[in-house]
């Protein structure tokens, strides 16, 4: 799949359709492991990934093995998932549709379904306190505070704190604030929004206020990693990649030996990290982000996202279903 498809695929807008009270549920498939997966999470010990046509799967033994939910009630493509605990989970995707799990992801309930709207969500946050966010397309923020049982749509207006340069760059101050909200990730307190046209966005709140950073490039951004203290890492398309040491305030362009687009990413150890992207493309740090080694994988093959089960060990998924991934050696070369 080429990175136009993907992308294409993850952004695009769900198609027009009626609402239907009762959308088809996912049905089983023997491969569903080796299919399009674009989320993963860990639940407990356990690992999730969603992707395709509602296809949910989790494995219980390091992503060697999956199996594939029982119950999925949609087959919108699934673009987001998140665990409260090692039982409590939500996922999101295409026609706004949020899915909630109570037993680890082996089945699930639908919450939220508007096919009508157009605009698939793209990302789940859980943090404390059962509270959650879902982002997506055209700035949609769901906010809910009862695990995902409910929701209730929120409009999406942070701070335009780089307001003055952005309406000198672009001729307007985008005070509509339309932007697809790619990613949301971090703690209870500080979050990030990564997002599209070089927005980035910043909560120390817990999200219920935002403000916009000053950003280092125009092109769109797909995820964040936040490290240790205030280090937190942006990526996005054609292996742009930056660092910054105080909570995005700031920018330095990193090295990333790849024109690939860079979609997902997870902490490693205490001050590593590791992202995935299209291609096969891994690139590892172990210095607290500062530097990164380009792991080529030999198949090719589209990476979304990645879990770390430890140090050496990780877990990917993208167009050819899950993976591990066993690294060796001090650069973490398999």
Same mark, same amino acid.
Request: hydrophobic letters at 45%; charged letters at 20%.
């Given at each position: 799949m080429s990175a136009r498809a993907l992308l294409l695929l993850v952004l695009g807008s769900a198609p027009a359709i009626a609402a239907a009270a009762e959308p088809p549920a996912a049905e089983p498939a023997p491969l569903a492991a080796h299919g399009l997966l674009l989320a993963l999470a860990r639940a407990g010990e356990r690992l999730v990934a969603v992707g395709d046509h509602g296809i949910i799967v989790y494995s219980?033994?390091?992503?060697?093995?999956w199996t594939q939910a029982? $119950?999925?009630?949609?087959?919108?493509?699934?673009?987001?998932?998140?665990?409260?605990?090692?039982?409590?989970?939500? %996922?999101?995707?295409?026609?706004?549709?949020?899915?909630i799990s109570a037993d680890a992801g082996a089945t699930w309930q639908r919450t939220h379904y508007e096919p009508q709207a157009a605009r698939p969500l793209l990302?789940?946050?859980?943090?404390?306190?059962?509270?959650?966010? $879902?982002?997506?397309?055209?700035?949609?923020?769901?906010?809910?505070?009862?695990?995902? $049982?409910?929701?209730?749509?929120?409009?999406?207006?942070?701070?335009?704190?780089?307001? %003055?340069?952005? $309406?000198?760059?672009?001729?307007?101050?985008n005070s509509d604030n339309g932007f697809?909200?790619?990613?949301?990730?971090?703690?209870?307190?500080?979050?990030?929004?990564?997002?599209?046209?070089?927005?980035?966005?910043?909560?120390?709140?817990?999200?219920?206020?935002?403000?916009?950073?000053?950003s280092p490039y125009e092109g769109s951004f797909f995820g964040a990693v936040p490290l240790t203290g205030a280090v937190v890492l942006a990526y996005g398309l054609r292996g742009n990649l930056f660092r910054s040491a105080d909570g995005?305030?700031?920018?330095?362009?990193? %090295?990333?030996?790849?024109?690939?687009?860079?979609d997902g990413g997870v902490r490693l150890g205490g001050d590593g990290a590791a992202l995935v992207g299209l291609a096969g493309v891994l690139l590892l740090s172990r210095d607290g982000g500062r530097t990164f080694t380009l792991v080529q994988q030999a198949d090719h093959s589209g990476l979304a996202a990645v879990q770390a089960l430890d140090e050496s060990t990780?877990?990917?998924?993208?167009?050819n279903g899950a993976r591990r991934i066993e690294l060796t050696g001090r650069a973490g070369t398999p």
């Open positions: 219980d033994d390091g992503g060697r093995r029982a $119950a999925v009630p949609t087959q919108a493509l699934l673009t987001g998932v998140c665990f409260f605990d090692a039982q409590h989970g939500i %996922a999101v995707g295409h026609d706004l549709v949020a899915l990302d789940v946050w859980c943090g404390e306190g059962r509270r959650a966010i $879902a982002v997506g397309a055209y700035s949609t923020f769901l906010v809910s505070a009862d695990g995902g $049982a409910s929701w209730q749509e929120r409009a999406f207006r942070p701070a335009q704190r780089a307001r %003055a340069a952005r $309406a000198g760059e672009h001729g307007s101050d697809h909200l790619n990613r949301i990730v971090g703690s209870t307190a500080r979050l990030y929004i990564a997002a599209e046209a070089g927005h980035l966005y910043r909560s120390d709140d817990g999200g219920e206020q935002w403000h916009e950073l000053a995005g305030d700031s920018w330095q362009r990193l %090295a990333s030996g790849t024109v690939a687009m860079l990780l877990v990917a998924v993208g167009e």
